[in-house]
């Protein structure tokens, strides 16, 4: 239940800062209306971190994952060496 709600919760929110924008310019020309929202910024490397998220949720659910540690997984995954 709580792998369902994991993934269910990322791809909401790949699906709203994917296809906000989309949704909101083909209501305004159904309905003609003239609302005119912020747009919304994607955010680089949305999908590829949603599903790397995805990823580590399924893994630790099968518990192929080995133990959390924030730091070393944050420096060695998420920055770019030189």
């Keep these: 239940m709580l792998l ?3 993934v269910a919760v990322d791809l ?3 699906g709203y800062y994917k296809y ?3 949704l909101v310019e083909n209501l305004k020309e159904v309905a003609l209306i003239t609302w005119n929202p912020q747009h919304i ?3 680089l490397g949305i999908s ?4 790397t998220q995805i990823a580590y949720l399924v893994d630790s659910y099968r518990r192929i994952a080995r133990e959390y540690n ?3 997984s ?7 060496h030189t």
């Design 70 to 72: 924030p730091f070393t």
């Design 48 to 51: 590829f971190f949603t599903f």
């Design 4 to 6: 369902f709600f994991g």
């Design 20 to 22: 906000a924008n989309f």
């Design 12 to 14: 909401a929110l790949l």
């Design 41 to 43: 910024v994607l955010p």
């Design 74 to 80: 944050l420096s060695s995954s998420h920055t770019f």
